[in-house]
């Protein structure tokens, strides 16, 4: 099984950004990932793959919250989850994108494959894919035993979040490494 952090590196060095809507939609795209990463399986539409690919499902309120390689996703509570034969309150998927870390989303839309931020207002949902491993990601530091620790211990500086870091003109790989290297410190900073 591979990890959600191999399945974002995959999606970005994959060499998909550009490609076409028409030739990779945005099911496709994901599809694609996937199955370079060794994983085959059809879905019929990011709808589907809400509905059936997923063993988490979240409403997106902490990007840090999201680990990386999760699959983004734009929900709308519409009422055309009854149209569709659904009789629930999951909302129907529009658009699937997967989440790279440090505010990053590749998917596919018109102009192609391309990368887009965490905070726009189209993710509104994120899932965990039941193919692949996030458990590392999803891991929070050990808390120390409140009763061990020494009194004196001085406490943490406040830490400090980099919201964009300007890439231009780095190769996909160097920007890889960056994305490995925070997605790496996420807990310890």
Request: aromatic fraction near 8%; charged fraction near 25%; proline fraction near 5%.
């Amino acid at each position: 099984m591979i990890t959600g952090e191999q399945f974002a590196e995959r999606a970005l060095t994959g060499g998909y950004i550009g490609i076409p809507y028409e030739k990779l939609d945005c099911q496709a795209f994901v599809e694609q990932v996937l199955k370079d990463c060794g994983i085959s399986h059809n879905w019929r539409g990011s709808n589907h793959m809400w509905r059936d690919a997923l063993s988490v499902k979240a409403k997106i309120t902490n990007e840090m919250a999201v680990p990386p390689g999760a699959w983004l996703f734009t929900i709308k509570q519409d009422g055309g989850e009854k149209e569709r034969g659904y009789n629930d309150a999951e909302g129907n998927a529009s658009h699937v994108g997967i989440y790279l870390g440090l505010s990053r989303v590749i998917h596919s839309t018109k102009g192609g494959v391309q990368f887009s931020d965490i905070s726009e207002p189209r993710w509104t949902h994120y899932g965990l894919c039941r193919f692949i491993d996030y458990s590392e990601a999803l891991e929070s530091p050990e808390e120390p035993d409140k009763e061990t620790s020494p009194q004196s211990a001085p406490s943490p500086s406040p830490s400090r979040t980099v919201k964009y870091i300007d890439v231009t003109g780095l190769s996909d790989a160097d920007v890889a490494s960056l994305l490995r290297m925070a997605n790496s410190l996420k807990g310890l900073i």
